[in-house]
């Protein structure tokens, strides 16, 4: 079995997996686990009104966890997706409460990363979420990982992420869509 199936094993057996992204390391764990997402949430320290964000395997699958998008939020997805673009949505009922405030979720396709290739092999969303406990700074590599946090994974993916700025986050429930961080990429949302 190849290292990328093992690692789909882990995460449909409910494991959480520390993986680089396209900016920093992240805990990547199955959204529609929700042992696994309060896992992930119990290794950050993350308080209930802190939600996790979502990678996808693709922009089609933007549907299995929110409303269909705007027609605006739906440029931005086919402008800057894969990338570092998370875009809060409408959240679909029926999800773990950890992923959504206020009745929105964050999505986003990542960019080119082995976090990438691991949503696209899993084929459902995962937690997006950097591998750190809440308030400390991100991480670049596992090898950075605090034994505390690293002793409660199920799976390390070796690399590096880039780190430098997190993915930029847009709300696209608001109109006039609103910038809620500046992030790794420039978004001008004058131009939708």
Request: proline residues 11%; glycine residues 10%; contains cysteine.
């Amino acid at each position: 079995m190849d290292q990328l199936a093992a690692l789909v094993r882990v995460l449909e057996q409910g494991g959480v997996i520390a993986c680089p992204t396209e900016t920093w390391l992240g805990l990547l764990a199955d959204a529609r686990n929700e042992e696994a997402v309060e896992r992930v949430a119990e290794l950050k320290g993350r308080p209930s009104d802190m939600p996790i964000a979502l990678l996808l395997p693709d922009g089609a699958s933007v549907t299995s966890v929110a409303e269909p998008p705007s027609a605006a939020a739906q440029a931005l997805m086919r402008a800057h997706w894969p990338g570092p673009l998370t875009i809060l949505l409408t959240a679909k009922p029926g999800l773990s409460p950890r992923l959504s405030r206020d009745g929105k979720i964050g999505v986003r396709v990542p960019g080119p990363s082995p976090a990438a290739e691991l949503v696209r092999a899993f084929g459902h969303p995962l937690t997006a979420t950097s591998a750190n406990r809440t308030g400390e700074p991100p991480l670049r590599s596992a090898e950075e990982l605090p034994a505390a946090l690293a002793e409660g994974l199920a799976g390390l993916v070796p690399g590096i992420s880039p780190g430098g700025a997190p993915s930029t986050l847009i709300d696209s429930t608001r109109t006039p869509m609103e910038i809620i961080r500046i992030g790794a990429i420039e978004v001008d949302l004058t131009a939708l």
